[in-house]
């Protein structure tokens, strides 16, 4: 069975840096065309892709965001990193990380399954 | 990028009658190679990740009712719920994955009448 759970600090101040790790099992990232995201959503707002990483490292990062963001993994750990650098109140949001979805040896890029998600609070 | 907007924001609607939510994408989704519209719909619930509802535009996903059902092509998409049942008030949400960055549209709320 899948499943993704994001970890980090609830609370952040302005300009400091955020590092968050999904933590996943049910799946590696070793496996050819696997890809995870994360995702974000401010407090009653809509979502808002951030980065995703492949199998193979390669990277995608939001156009608006991809100065500040970071996406590694270690696939040994079956982990996903996201780090941003200087938050901002703005910034205050659930995030999630998620897997592609998948069937056989096709993958796909809408997500499923998603974590629980983290929220975590920017404070100025 | 492309950017996604959905209508109504909010939508109430009586038990048991139709509910229609738009989705309108700023440049086509459809892939003309293989005749596919790379969007999704999700719904979701109060405190709760989304959870996929129709993938391709009209795919239903295993085990979501069959009184949800997609439809459109190229840059205007709907989502409909045929009969409201209670456990559908939720957020909804499309998202294109035609290209990188994926976008999602602001939500739509749907209530119950």
């Known amino acids: 069975q899948v499943s993704l759970k994001e970890s980090g600090p609830a609370l952040v101040k302005s300009t400091q840096t955020l590092t968050l790790t999904c933590t996943f099992s049910?799946?590696?990232?070793?496996?050819?065309?696997?890809?995870v995201s994360w995702i974000r959503q401010p407090p009653g707002k809509a979502l808002e892709w951030l980065a995703r990483?492949?199998?193979?490292?390669?990277?995608f990062y939001s156009t608006s965001l991809k100065t500040r963001l970071t996406i590694s993994k270690d696939t040994s750990k079956n982990q996903v990193v996201l780090t941003m650098t200087n938050m901002d109140p703005v910034d205050t949001a659930t995030y999630y990380c998620?897997?592609?979805?998948?069937?056989?040896?096709?993958?796909?890029?809408?997500?499923?399954?998603w974590g629980q998600g983290t929220l975590v609070t920017v404070s100025s | 990028d492309f950017v996604m907007t959905q209508s109504p924001d909010s939508l109430a609607v009586s038990l048991g009658e139709r509910a229609t939510i738009n989705c309108r994408s700023s440049?086509?989704?459809?892939?003309?190679?293989?005749?596919?519209?790379?969007l999704v719909w999700y719904q979701q619930k109060p405190g709760q990740p989304p959870n996929v509802l129709i993938y391709?535009?009209?795919t239903r996903e295993s085990g979501v009712p069959d009184r949800f059902s997609g439809s459109g092509s190229g840059t205007h998409f709907t989502l409909t719920i045929s009969s409201l049942q209670a456990e559908d008030v939720a957020v909804y949400y499309c998202?294109?994955?035609?290209?990188?960055?994926?976008?999602f549209g602001q939500g739509t709320k749907l209530e119950i009448k």
């Open positions: 998620a897997r592609h979805a998948h069937d056989y040896s096709n993958f796909y890029n809408w997500f499923d399954p």
């Open positions: 049910g799946f590696s990232l070793s496996t050819s065309g696997m890809r």
């Open positions: 990483i492949d199998w193979d490292g390669e990277r």
């Open positions: 440049q086509s989704v459809l892939n003309s190679l293989n005749n596919k519209n790379y």
């Open positions: 391709w535009a009209s």
């Open positions: 998202q294109q994955y035609f290209s990188t960055p994926y976008t």
